[in-house]
């Protein structure tokens, strides 16, 4: 069993800076790509930045120059730094990594989601 625990969302200012991590625990063989999705109200889920094992990096147009994503492979742990942040970055935002757990068994794994609220 996996389980991907996330922490660091809550209210800002627009203008802020939020960080987001997310730490998967368990029965892991190896993790591969990981990254962060967040869903507006009356929204799809969306990408917003996602980090594959050898740290190459792909962000959403909406989020690029003020979101960072980076992993800590040893703790299986990755982070989304959130700068200059506006009220339309208000969303939950989901942790997902593809991990394997077997020598046959490899499955995409989601977090619970973590509130991120931009608002004076």
């Known amino acids: 069993q996996v389980q991907l625990v996330e922490s660091g969302g809550g209210l800002v200012q627009p203008g802020g800076s939020l960080r987001l991590s997310c730490a998967a625990s368990?029965?892991?063989?190896?993790?591969?790509?990981m990254g962060w999705y967040r869903q507006a109200p009356g929204k799809q889920r969306e990408l917003v930045a996602r980090?594959?094992?050898?740290?190459?990096?792909i962000y959403a147009d909406s989020v690029r120059g003020r979101f960072t994503i980076s992993r800590d492979n040893a703790k299986n742990t990755v982070y989304l730094q959130m700068n200059s942040l506006k009220s339309e970055d208000t969303a939950v935002y989901y942790c997902?990594?593809?991990?394997?757990?077997?020598?046959?068994?490899?499955?995409?794994?989601w977090g619970q989601g973590t509130q991120v609220t931009v608002s004076s």
């Open positions: 997902n990594a593809l991990i394997r757990t077997s020598a046959t068994t490899t499955y995409d794994y």
């Open positions: 368990g029965s892991i063989f190896s993790t591969y790509a």
């Open positions: 980090i594959a094992s050898g740290g190459g990096t």
